[in-house]
């Protein structure tokens, strides 16, 4: 089976900034393209972190409140003026080469909600988003089912594909039928739920040995 990497949803063409790109320079480029983070990338294209809208409203949140209902906030909350200073760092990276779900589990892990794409060299080369890794569960739900049939239940031995019955609707996927062995059960079970674009797995299969 071939799975869909990082390589194949990131977007290629980021919009970075430099360390020294002040406050109101990444709060143009953000409104500009329409995104809602930067990296930040070294003299290499390096990512050293990422400047997003909630590191830019931390620094609004630590002004004065005019009205005075707000206590004024602790001291040095408002000296971020650059995107050294206001990146959150270091930044949490990832490979081309990266299925979508590494990438998704990498992003749970750190709660974040974007990646940098880093080449062997470390320098950036794109950029991932919950939203991208998300799309993949839109995949046509034949297709699903070709591969679940030719990819999945073809190539596991022990298995007659002519034997298994699936049905996919809206990336749920329902398997019945016959399988020889019980024991191979789990294993079609479990490639299925890795079959990019399946959300469930619903199991009614029948073993005709015990």
């Given at each position: 089976m071939q799975h869909?990497?990082?390589?194949?949803?990131?977007?290629?063409?980021?919009?970075?900034v430099a360390p020294e790109t002040g406050?109101?320079?990444?709060?143009?480029?953000?409104?500009?393209?329409g995104i809602t983070a930067v990296p930040v990338?070294?003299?290499d294209d390096r990512p050293i972190g990422i400047v997003s809208e909630a590191d830019l409203m931390r620094v609004q949140a630590a002004q004065d409140d005019p009205s005075g209902l707000v206590a004024e906030p602790a001291?040095?909350?408002r000296?971020?003026?650059?995107?050294?200073?206001?990146?959150?760092?270091?930044?949490?990276?990832?490979s081309p080469s990266t299925s979508?779900?590494?990438?998704?589990?990498?992003?749970?892990?750190?709660?974040?909600?974007?990646?940098?794409?880093?080449?062997e060299n470390g320098r950036l080369v794109g950029m991932v988003s919950r939203s991208d890794l998300l799309r993949v569960f839109l995949r046509d739900d034949h297709a699903i089912r070709n591969e679940i049939v030719e990819d999945v239940l073809a190539q596991v031995a022990g298995v007659s594909p002519a034997q298994v019955g699936v049905e996919v609707d809206q990336g749920r996927v329902t398997l019945s039928?016959?399988?020889?062995?019980?024991?191979?059960?789990?294993?079609?079970?479990?490639?299925?739920?890795?079959?990019?674009g399946v959300v469930s797995v619903t199991d009614r299969l029948e073993c005709s040995t015990g």
């Open positions: 869909r990497s990082v390589v194949d949803v990131m977007t290629r063409e980021v919009v970075r406050f109101r320079g990444v709060l143009a480029l953000l409104t500009e393209f990338v070294d003299g001291a040095g909350g000296e971020a003026a650059t995107a050294r200073e206001l990146m959150t760092s270091p930044a949490i990276c990832t979508v779900v590494a990438a998704a589990r990498l992003m749970n892990r750190h709660q974040v909600k974007r990646l940098p794409v880093v080449d039928g016959t399988i020889a062995a019980p024991h191979l059960v789990p294993i079609v079970l479990r490639l299925c739920r890795s079959v990019d």
